[in-house]
């Protein structure tokens, strides 16, 4: 559905990203020349969305994008270093939350990409599996998880079963997340 636009000189439009937007993706079913501009990781994201979201209406779509925002916003900060941040990563300290809070540490790991939580290593393997941020809620990573199974397995895409390793994982994921107290269960 997308390549890369060597030539694109957009920034992604997944909100509080900063690389380059070199994939595009349709804003919606009945738009199809019109689009959004990702980096490589969000339009995967997007494109894995919009296979969950087939046959359902836009409206059904928009409603997610929202609530993917107000999801989003407990990690924004984060996504931009703040002066305070700055400060402290000169003394050579990334994250002074997990220094200073309740979790504190002398030596606090580098948060892994989009996620500031410290998880058991199983779940932290189970959360880059299944391709989601480690603040969503079990009910959005249920989504996630529903969408990959959609995609990997074979009832699903005409009987192709080369995607049987990939699809074993991620039910081996979803599985560590669904017992994980770490996740809320609501959206
Ligand atoms: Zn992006």
Not at 73 to 100: N, Y
Not at 166 to 172: G, K, R
């Amino acid at each position: 559905m997308s390549g890369a636009f060597e030539t694109s000189q957009r920034g992604c439009d997944h909100p509080g990203c900063e690389e380059p937007g070199k994939y595009r993706a349709p804003r919606s079913p009945d738009k199809l020349d019109d689009y959004f501009w990702f980096c490589k990781d969000h339009v995967r994201e997007y494109n894995l969305k919009w296979n969950f979201f087939d046959g359902t209406t836009e409206q059904d779509l928009a409603d997610q994008v929202q609530k993917d925002r107000v999801w989003e916003r407990p990690t924004k900060p984060f996504g931009r270093p703040s002066e305070e941040q700055r400060a402290w990563s000169r003394l050579g300290i990334e994250d002074p939350h997990q220094v200073l809070g309740e979790n504190a540490t002398r030596n606090p790991g580098k948060a892994a990409k989009g996620g500031s939580r410290r998880l058991p290593p199983t779940e932290r393997r189970a959360v880059e599996i299944l391709d989601v941020q480690d603040n969503m809620s079990k009910a959005a990573i249920r989504k996630a998880y529903k969408a990959l199974i959609k995609v990997l397995h074979p009832d699903m895409n005409g009987g192709d079963r080369s995607h049987e390793e990939q699809l074993s994982e991620v039910v081996w994921a979803w599985d560590q997340i669904k017992a994980s107290r770490n996740f809320k269960d609501g959206d």
